[in-house]
């Protein structure tokens, strides 16, 4: 699946998209952040207060317990502050 | 007619007010948002998510118009880096009557700052720093539900 990051996410990540292919484990957007967090000391920063995260699936946003399915791309941000 | 826009250009204010009122409607209500030089803010730099962020307004916009029967919406967004005193954003509803025009404007600007994948990141001098987000927005948001 493609991954995104944006805001300060993508800023300690240090990349704004990577693709990855997760095991099945990886069964909802929290399971994700906890094995993205393992891939560098990046991910392990930008990744370790879930709490402070939202997410997106194929563009929808959604609720860190959602199911993964088939999603073709996830996005993982701050809370989102425009206008 | 529904006209949705994320651009980096200034946001050309006459013009897009004026194509509201050329919609032939009653009412025209606009918001226009300003960035604040508050707390020495030297500049705003406005990151968003390219795809979800026009899908997100033009569902904002399409909701609006059905909710309130509006002849007109336009959203613009600036996106980019800009500096205190330019316009952020751009929100204008054309509809029968005020009460409909006005209602659907604050909403749509209410429901913009909760719904829509934009992030700010405000720079004071060499030092940049990601806004947060606030409680008070969600509020405000909610009570259009």
């Known amino acids: 699946m493609d991954l995104l990051y944006f805001a300060w996410v993508r800023e300690r990540i240090g990349i704004g998209h990577e693709h990855v ?25 930008a990744l370790r207060e879930p709490g402070k995260l939202r997410a997106a699936i194929d563009q929808k946003f959604v609720p860190l317990d959602a199911l993964l399915g088939n999603a073709k791309e996830v996005a993982i941000f701050p809370p989102v502050t425009g206008g | 007619m529904i006209r949705v826009s994320v651009d980096t250009a200034p946001i050309a204010l006459s013009q897009e007010v004026a194509a509201l009122e050329e919609r032939g409607a009653g009412a025209v209500a606009t918001f226009t948002g300003v960035v604040r030089g508050e707390g020495g803010v030297t500049a705003l730099e406005l990151e968003h998510y390219p795809g979800m962020t026009e899908a997100v307004l ?62 700010k990141r405000e720079q004071r001098g060499d030092a940049a720093a990601w806004v947060e987000a606030r409680e008070s927005d969600s509020a405000a948001a909610g009570r259009w539900d």
């Open chain 1, 21 to 45: 292919d997760p095991p099945e484990a990886v069964r909802n957007v929290a399971d994700l952040i906890c094995w993205l967090a393992g891939r560098s000391s990046g991910h392990a920063e």
């Open chain 2, 58 to 119: 033009c569902d904002l916009a399409e909701a609006a118009t059905e909710r309130w029967g509006l002849l007109g919406v336009t959203i613009v967004h600036r996106v980019g880096r800009m500096t205190p005193g330019e316009r952020i954003v751009f929100v204008g509803t054309a509809a029968g009557h005020r009460r409909e025009a006005l209602d659907a404007c604050a909403y749509l600007i209410d429901r913009l700052k909760t719904d829509a994948p934009f992030w």
